[in-house]
């Protein structure tokens, strides 16, 4: 990843935020087994201020979509709010392995961290953080399910494991998948995200991603058009 290369993947730019499209595999802190990650490249995202944009919330290494950075104190502190009164609007697009028996549901489902030999792992645990997302079909085909997730709360890797929970894991997941030699990519996309007005006078910031590659294909198979 350049600098022309992240700069190119600005979905929306003003005075106090700017929303990247991360892609997939880019880790957005740094890490044992992260040598590349997005901090490196914060500085190119200056554009004139003297402080480089700070991230807002975060995305999983393997997910792609909409980031959303501040870029200064006040807009950082005022997007940390917003995030804990759930007023950021989030759609994230996942691709699963088979189908839900509605078109529309809720997942209610709490989820714990737990620790062991081969690493950490999240699950479904009564004892867990209250975890809620919400989530529709926009298409099916060839086994497969198009589904718009948009969680109400910001756990660690909530919507992988509330799909998994419904019996459709994410495809591509190797982690909470069928397959985990899975090279497919992890079909789990921030697809877009809309924000209220940071001062008065403003309008909402809002940005969409495009579908990452790895994605196009299982989406056309669920009727996706482009």
């Not at 609007?89 to 620790?115: L, N, Q, R």
């Not at 198009?146 to 591509?172: F, N, Y």
């Amino acid at each position: 990843m350049t600098e022309d290369e992240i700069k190119a993947r600005i979905l929306f730019k003003d005075q106090d935020v700017i929303v990247l499209d991360k892609p997939a595999g880019l880790a957005v802190h740094a890490g044992p087994n992260s040598p590349d990650h997005l901090e490196l490249y914060l500085d190119a995202l200056k554009f004139g201020w003297s402080m480089a944009p700070r991230l807002a919330h975060r995305l999983d290494r393997d997910t792609s979509g909409c980031l959303l950075l501040g870029r200064h104190d006040k807009s950082i502190k005022r997007l940390g709010k917003m995030f804990m009164q759930g007023r950021v609007e989030k759609a994230y697009w996942t691709v699963v392995h088979g189908t839900p028996p509605e078109d529309t549901g809720e997942i209610s489902a709490p989820i714990h961290k737990v620790t062991g030999k081969g690493g950490w792992r999240i699950i479904i645990d009564a004892a867990g953080q209250p975890a809620v997302t919400r989530w529709r079909v926009l298409g099916r085909g060839d086994g497969l399910s198009w589904i718009e997730c948009t969680p109400l709360t910001g756990r660690t890797h909530q919507i992988r494991v509330h799909m998994k929970h419904l019996g459709c894991p994410v495809r591509g997941d190797v982690y909470y998948g069928p397959d985990p030699e899975s090279e497919l990519g992890l079909h789990l996309q921030s697809h877009a995200i809309g924000v209220p007005p940071l001062s008065t006078g403003k309008d909402w910031i809002r940005a969409e991603a495009p579908p990452p590659p790895h994605m196009v294909q299982a989406l056309f198979m669920c009727g996706w058009i482009g």
